[in-house]
Structures are given as C-alpha cells and as structure tokens.
C-alpha cells in the first residue's frame, strides 16, 4: 500500500513540475522583448551616456 501511495506522490510531483516548467519558460518566451535591458532606471534613453565619441567637426 505504501509504495503505491508513493508511486502516485512521485507522478504527481512530476507532473506538477513539469507544468511549472513549462509556464515560467513560456513566460520567459512571452517577456524576452517586453523591456529594454539596458535601460534599468525606467527612463529611456534619455539617461544613457553614448559609446563613440562625437566627430571633430571644427
């Protein structure tokens, strides 16, 4: 009787984790592009400092 119970407890928790895992890698897929990572401060692009140096136009 013990092992049934058991075999039932470790399809379930299989189960269980199964479908967690494929909701947080569904969720992952949907919000990859919800937000710019660069931009941590919720700003836009008005904080960043640019890479490249502007042109000597003098």
Do not use: C, T, W
């Not at 470790?10 to 895992?21: D, K, N, P, T, W």
């Not at 947080?24 to 897929?29: D, E, G, S, T, V």
């Amino acid at each position: 009787m013990f092992f049934i119970g058991l075999a039932i407890f470790i399809v379930y928790v299989y189960f269980l984790l199964r479908i967690i895992s494929r909701q947080h890698r569904i969720q992952r897929k949907e919000h990859a592009n919800a937000y710019d990572q660069v931009d941590l401060d919720g700003m836009g692009n008005q904080g960043r400092i640019p890479d490249k140096k502007p042109k000597n136009r003098a």
